[in-house]
């Protein structure tokens, strides 16, 4: 098992070179780690390298990170198509290979045959159960979920996934490297559908759609609901500091008033599955519930990133915000 000392710079291997791999792997080059990262084909690796490079030049753009120390963390990545190679020496691997468990399952026996039952074997999926990924390891205990939120060298949060037969060892060794790289991780002890953050997700966006098909509020009024109200304030303040904020009492109140009342659909919203039919599959068609056109989606990414990186400045001036003992 990794010691505390080796947590800090110890080699990883990324595998897997897609929207994730390539930006989990700038991730631990920038907090100093050694990186292999591996795919098949040299084209995912050419293209992961160029995203890594596009990342950065925004993190400078906004002083984020100094175009020196971004130089000399791509310098740490080193790209192979060798499964084998990328593995070498590992001490930590995270998996970012499509979401199917018919490849997870033969890749994680292979990670499991190759490297030493100390190398901790994690995964990103997004909704796999971690035990079912393990299935195939003879040593399951190493094995655990690390579910990182798109785009991966933006979002805080990380997800530390124990499933049924991980090692305590595991968990903690995987949740001291996510603090060490500068992520906020959440250990989650039961190896659930959608694990937390996906639950939390979806568990609101069941209201969203209820509300907006009974025609409570618009769509476009419900996300400004979201962003200007209580994501604007989640940000800061959680639901049970709120409760405390606001008073227990009333607090309870509420929930037992509206609780009964909310939406306990189970079916998906029709939305999208109308969309779906008319071929609106959203910005990569140039329409989904909204239009875009020419230019829109960069500017929109741009914007998102932009207000992420800014609100990433405000983590670093109140770090008691990422943990609420500092
Ligand atoms: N995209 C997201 O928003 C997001 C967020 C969180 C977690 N995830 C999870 O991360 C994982 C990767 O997702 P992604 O969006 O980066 O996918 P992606 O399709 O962008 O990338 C997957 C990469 O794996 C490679 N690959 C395919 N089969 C392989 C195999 N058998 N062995 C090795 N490499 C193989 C592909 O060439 C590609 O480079 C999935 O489990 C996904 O659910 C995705």
Same mark, same amino acid.
Request: proline share 6%; with cysteine.
């Given at each position: ?34 990186v ?9 690796? =050419? !293209? #992961?390298?160029? &995203?890594v490079? %596009?990342? /950065? +030049? ?7 990170? *100094?175009? @020196?120390?971004? =130089? !000399? #963390?791509?310098? &740490?990545i080193? %790209?192979? /198509? +060798? ?6 020496g590992? *001490?930590? @691997? ?22 030493p ?55 903690d ?18 190896d ?35 962003k ?19 008073g ?21 919203p ?20 909204y ?23 405000v ?12």
């Amino acid at each position: 098992m990794m010691s505390d000392n080796s947590t800090a710079k110890c080699p990883v291997a990324v595998v897997g070179a897609g929207t994730m791999g390539a930006g989990i792997a700038q991730i631990f080059a920038q907090a100093g780690h050694p990186v292999r990262l591996q795919a098949r084909k040299r084209e995912t690796l =050419e !293209a #992961a390298l160029r &995203r890594v490079r %596009v990342n /950065q +030049d925004e993190l400078i753009r906004h002083e984020l990170i *100094a175009a @020196v120390g971004a =130089e !000399a #963390a791509r310098g &740490r990545i080193t %790209v192979t /198509q +060798d499964l084998k190679e990328a593995l070498a020496g590992a *001490a930590f @691997v995270s998996e970012n290979i499509p979401e199917r468990l018919d490849l997870k399952q033969p890749l994680f026996a292979e990670l499991d045959r190759i490297t030493p039952p100390e190398t901790i074997l994690s995964t990103n999926t997004s909704s796999l159960p971690i035990t079912q990924v393990a299935r195939d390891t003879k040593h399951p205990e190493r094995v655990v979920g690390f579910h990182w939120f798109n785009p991966p060298h933006l979002i805080p949060l990380v997800e530390v996934i124990r499933g049924e037969r991980t090692s305590d060892e595991a968990m903690d060794a995987t949740y001291r490297l996510a603090r060490a790289i500068g992520k906020s991780p959440i250990r989650v002890q039961k190896d659930i559908p959608g694990f937390v953050g996906n639950r939390l997700q979806r568990a609101l966006e069941r209201e969203f759609f209820y509300l907006e098909r009974i025609g409570a509020c618009s769509g476009a009024d419900l996300e400004v609901a979201l962003k200007q109200g209580l994501g604007f304030r989640w940000s800061v303040v959680g639901p049970l500091e709120h409760a405390d904020l606001a008073g227990v009492d009333t607090h309870a109140a509420t929930v037992a008033l509206l609780f009964p009342l909310l939406s306990n659909d189970t079916a998906p919203p029709p939305l999208f599955a109308n969309l779906a039919a008319q071929g609106r599959l959203g910005a990569k068609t140039g329409g989904g519930v909204y239009e875009y056109g020419p230019g829109d989606v960069e500017r929109i990414l741009a914007r998102r990133n932009t207000m992420l990186i800014d609100f990433i400045k405000v983590l670093r001036k109140h770090p008691s915000l990422r943990d609420p003992s500092e």
